[in-house]
């Protein structure tokens, strides 16, 4: 009795300390400390844990914590800001892989150990959601962190069949899954059902390009958090629901987010069949006979010298770039001659929800600075200069005025409005999504060819001699 | 499983969705990377899952697949609050002087 108080009074604590530090993140000045009473609720979690009754042997559980110690501390501290979106694919994986481990560990001891006791209906239906979105996400997760990485090819792989295939797994592995719900001991179908979902997550990734990847990781942020859910459903754990409930709720509002963000439905995002909309990229219009005019590094600097207003425009090829301090420092010198710089904010710009907001951070740009969609759209016609800095598809007007694109209905920010616009792009190569971009051809668009950190670097030396 | 139980694990489900709802979609979109690294971090909370399998002495699989259960959840416990910590640490006001020395002393580290 009194062992369990501690360990279920520990469990209590963490569950106030998660919650707390989730609500500490509505406002940046009071997340970081939030955050640290969380970790401080892992720690009581975690130690309170040991005081178990039915733990006879520390030996293997002390190796795990030093292991998965020794692998968290370079994934925490020495991972740059730029590569977020797969240091956050692959954790995805190893959150998912852990609870997958537990709920096949617990159905195999169930029928396997003497005296074999076997699962009940209700405990299966917990055991069977917590393998199925745990595996479907261990590998897919695993795929994305590869599109990111680059040891998987960024682009989608299309073969013919594919959809119809995807959709067939599925549904085999939902129909296994309510076989089981009848037949808890059907113990083939269950590792069957494993190895299916396992499979799944490879080839529903396979399809989906570079650009839809903030949807894809916040669809896995999800589905881990139903994992746990259902692991704290099986184990009969309240804080581990509950912080399931926590990361199911988050991934759930962000997938939302940002579905809406490149107006796609809710449905094409569950079923992961959003990445053919760049099969469709043949029907965009095409740009031929148009002419895109270049800049030189001294005209666009004097521009930028006399702006009184400029409105910085980050998209992913800035993280790719590592630019954003050569950013801070063009920014900085507009500033110095008089200037105003904000940063306008695409919610899908980059490869994760606030992918460039945290980019920006890093380099001391103030967070009031940093404007989304909606607050930045209006200023854009009193601006001077629109800087794109290595974004595209949610700069293209083709979203607003060409019912054929694929991106056609996404919001975008509206750049065209400033009196001048200048886009820092390494050549003509179309964006991610494949897509002629017509902003380049505008009469009001300057394109300053080359390598983001060179051109801005050019850009700085030639701004301190104008 | 006992009935009751079930159900009042399904009312902690619920609630703690709406409550988890509620309150996160209110983090502004600013926040939405630290947002994702903060519910994986306190979601490796499965690592007291996986520690009851590993200690637990049931078996050599059991123990086997618990172990590195926990390893894998608790690099995401060490490496998602860190990760998420040095994130936050970031995101300042702008404000009076001290944002001007920190301006200074950052356009400094620029220079070189």
């Not at chain 1, 110690?69 to 800001?81: F, K, T």
């Not at chain 1, 800095?389 to 694929?406: E, F, H, L, Q, W």
């Not at chain 1, 051109?455 to 001699?465: A, D, P, Q, R, V």
């Not at chain 2, 902690?12 to 309150?23: D, H, K, R």
Request: charged share 15%.
């Amino acid at each position: 009795m009194g062992r369990d108080t501690v360990v279920l009074g520990a469990y209590f604590i963490s569950s106030i300390l998660f919650i707390l530090g989730v609500k500490s993140l509505t406002h940046p000045d009071s997340a970081r400390r939030g955050m640290q009473m969380a970790a401080l609720g892992m720690l009581v979690a975690i130690v309170g844990t040991l005081f178990l009754h039915e733990i006879v042997t520390f030996r293997w559980i002390i190796i795990g914590l030093i292991v998965g110690s020794i692998i968290g501390y370079p994934l925490g501290m020495w991972v740059p800001m730029t590569a977020m979106p797969e240091r956050i694919a692959i954790s995805h994986t190893f959150g998912s892989l852990a609870a997958s481990l537990v709920g096949v560990a617990e159905y195999y001891n169930a029928y396997n150990l003497a005296p074999a006791h076997g699962v009940a209906h209700i405990e299966m239906a917990a055991l069977g959601l917590e393998v199925l979105f745990g595996s479907l996400t261990v590998t897919g997760s695993f795929m994305a962190c590869g599109k990111l990485q680059g040891f998987v090819t960024e682009k989608s792989v299309i073969y013919p069949f594919q959809n119809e295939t995807n959709i067939g797994m599925f549904a085999i592995a939902v129909l296994m899954f309510f076989y089981l719900l009848v037949v808890p001991g059907a113990q083939l179908v269950f590792y069957a059902m494993v190895i299916l979902a396992t499979l799944l997550g490879v080839l529903m990734v396979l399809p989906i390009g570079g650009a839809d990847m903030p949807v894809l990781l916040s669809l896995f942020n999800a589905y881990t958090g139903l994992a746990a859910a259902a692991t704290g459903f099986a184990l009969n754990n309240y804080v581990l629901i509950i912080t399931g409930a926590l990361d199911g709720a988050s991934g759930f509002i962000l997938s939302v987010a940002m579905s809406k963000a490149m107006n796609r439905s809710f449905t094409n995002v569950l079923f992961g069949a959003f990445g053919s909309g760049a099969a469709a990229a043949g029907e965009a219009r095409s740009a031929e006979g148009l002419t895109v005019k270049p800049i030189t590094v001294e005209d666009a600097a004097m521009q930028l010298a006399y702006a009184r207003e400029v409105i910085i425009v980050p998209g992913y090829g800035m993280a790719v770039a590592q630019c954003q301090h050569q950013v801070r420092e063009l920014s900085d010198l507009i500033e110095r001659r008089g200037g105003e710089v904000k940063f306008a904010i695409h919610p899908v710009a980059g490869r994760m929800p606030g992918h460039m907001n945290v980019l920006l951070a890093e380099v001391d740009i103030p967070y009031a600075r940093l404007y989304g969609m909606e607050d930045i759209n209006p200023e854009f016609n009193q601006a001077d200069v629109a800087l794109v800095i290595g974004a595209n598809d949610v700069v293209n007007p083709a979203a607003k005025d060409s019912p054929g694109s694929p991106i056609y209905g996404m919001p975008i920010l509206n750049v065209e409005e400033a009196r001048s616009v200048i886009v820092l792009k390494r050549s003509m190569n179309p964006g991610f999504a494949g897509i002629e971009n017509e902003l380049f051809y505008r009469d009001k668009t300057f394109m300053l060819f080359g390598d983001a950190k060179d051109s801005l670097g050019k850009l700085i030396s030639e701004m301190k001699n104008v | 499983m006992n009935t009751v139980i079930w159900f009042a694990q399904l009312y902690i489900a619920v609630l703690a969705g709406f409550v988890g709802y509620q309150m996160i979609a209110r983090v502004p979109p600013l926040l939405h990377t630290p947002l994702m690294a903060a519910t994986n971090a306190i979601d490796a909370i499965t690592v007291v899952g996986a520690m009851v399998l590993a200690g637990r002495g049931h078996g050599w699989l059991a123990t086997v697949l618990g172990t590195i259960a926990v390893a894998s959840a608790m690099s995401n416990v060490v490496g998602g609050f860190l990760i998420t910590d040095r994130m936050l640490a970031m995101f300042r006001r702008d404000s009076g002087a001290a944002a001007a020395a920190k301006a200074a002393a950052s356009n400094g580290r620029g220079m070189h």
